[in-house]
């Protein structure tokens, strides 16, 4: 069973920080994906990340794949509450199984005010 | 463009009822996912179904979970009798089919068994 360990399992930081996400695995995977999710909303695709040593912006957000394809980041540069949320990684793999989702269990980020 | 709709938001019940969730996936998308959340074991996926078929049930727990999709725009999952640890949030999503398409989540029934 292919597992994603997230760490660290909850943030909180004043408005205006930055901060880096984890997302870890054993295992290789074809695509990583990073997903918001709000409370009582279901998760929103942020981004999809496939070849090694990735890097993908979206505005302050900074996404990256580990050359092995066994680990990414998320950086969030002067966050703000909006970005307050869940967030997940989920894991991809190639053949007749890529449309399962391995989700790790999240990083729970509170931006205060 | 309405996106995925799931009903109940949430569902109150007690232990050894049957509990039956509902989705309407976005429309024009052929496949259909069911997952569940908890604290414990994140997000999982339950079952796949593509062009109303289901292609993976290996996520179904037991026996008690089972789901349908009657047509291209209902899908449900039931669970009889439910339990207790079946608490959860379950949330249902579908995507247009292809190996890389994106995954749209509806906002999930938070689930609670007595």
């Known amino acids: 069973t292919q597992l994603l360990e997230q760490s660290p399992q909850f943030l909180s930081i004043q408005e205006g920080e930055n901060l880096t996400v984890y997302c870890n695995s054993s295992s290789v995977f074809s695509s990583l994906q990073w997903y918001r999710q709000e409370p009582g909303e279901g998760p929103v695709l942020l981004v999809t990340?496939?070849?090694?040593?990735e890097v993908k912006k979206l505005k302050r957000l900074t996404f990256q794949f580990g050359d092995a394809r066994k680990d990414s980041s998320l950086h969030i540069t002067a966050a703000q509450p909006g970005d307050t949320g869940l967030y997940l990684c989920a894991g991809t793999n190639s053949g007749g199984s890529n449309y399962k989702l391995t989700f790790g269990k999240g990083t729970l980020l509170t931006v205060n005010p | 463009d309405a996106g995925v709709i799931q009903s109940p938001r949430h569902e109150v019940t007690e232990m050894g009822q049957e509990v039956t969730l509902r989705c309407k996936p976005i429309?024009?998308?052929?496949?259909l996912f069911w997952y569940r959340q908890t604290m414990m074991r994140g997000l999982e996926l339950l079952i796949y179904f593509n062009n109303n078929v289901p292609i993976d049930d290996s996520g179904m727990p037991e026996d008690r979970f089972s789901a349908k999709m009657p047509n291209a725009s209902f899908s449900t999952l039931k669970i009889q009798p439910s339990e207790p640890r079946d608490s959860a949030v379950y949330f249902c999503a579908s995507s247009l089919g292809g190996h890389t398409d994106t995954q749209y989540f509806g906002p999930g029934t938070r689930l609670t068994v007595l």
């Open positions: 429309s024009g998308h052929n496949s």
């Open positions: 990340v496939v070849t090694g040593g």
